[in-house]
């Protein structure tokens, strides 16, 4: 495993991070989370993600009971906050109420004392971004946060989150988690540059694109039994991927992995971590073997040829 440094901050992450989101607390029972995180670990994955609206708590709590045989020093640990967590009208969003009381919520159903990154989930237009950072900033005074992220933020709202941290002398963003895979590249025109500039790193979800990226939805094919795209009540997002243009591109894609002698997802985990401004991309699994396939990726670089070849595809 390879690691790259988080932003312009002196932390180490790996190239492959754990998440769990659609996956732990729903499609991914306790016993599993367990096996999952002792063998990330033993891969060399020491970067584990969570958010507290995945299952509503639950992959928190999964995930917090796994992580209690470890040392609290040997991983780096992030959680998030913005989606309702309940029917008040204070049980979403970025305002103190709801970030103070979501931070501890998280702390407590993960059973420790602080988390290495916490994220504004989203941007949140009904918040001062002022209200929001200077309440995170109290977290990382008192120890309970250690780095300020968002996901999903446009460059101008990073911008702007920027410029009231720098105002303010509060903790500025380091990290911001967007969707990114090779048919999702929406960060690239601006995103990126913005984040580049300020040391931010990006920690990317869905880098295989819900699993459309591995290979094994092929066109023509019925859907294999037990996928994800079989259970559209668990994962509705995969079918943005299923067009007939995706699936075209797909066969391609594959073909050029079996020329390199390489799996299709070590193949597009490779194309995304070709990016400096990547820090990690981060896994959903739901199977060892799965994750086992995924860190292959780490390490391994694509010549100018290669990602021309992916571009021409793309295209």
Known sequence: MKYRKLGRTGLQVSEISLGSWLTYGNSVAEETVAKLTKRAFELGINFLDTANVYAQGEAEILLGKALKSYK??????????????????????????????????????LQTDYVDIFYCHRYDPETPVDETLRTIEDMVRQGKVLYVGVSEWTAAQIQEGLGVADKYLLDRIVVNQPQYNMFYRGIESEVIPVSEKNGISQVVFSPLAQGVLTGKYRKGQQLPEGSRANDPTANAWIFNFLSEGHMDKVEQLIGLANELGMSMSTLALAWILRQSNVASALVGATRIDQLEENVKASGVVLDAETVQKIEDILA
Do not use: C
């Open 72 to 109: 609290r020093d040997s991983y780096v640990l992030a959680t998030k906050a913005f989606w309702p967590m309940g029917e008040g009208p204070n049980d979403k969003g970025l305002s103190r109420k709801h970030v103070f009381e979501q931070i501890h919520a998280s702390l407590k159903r």
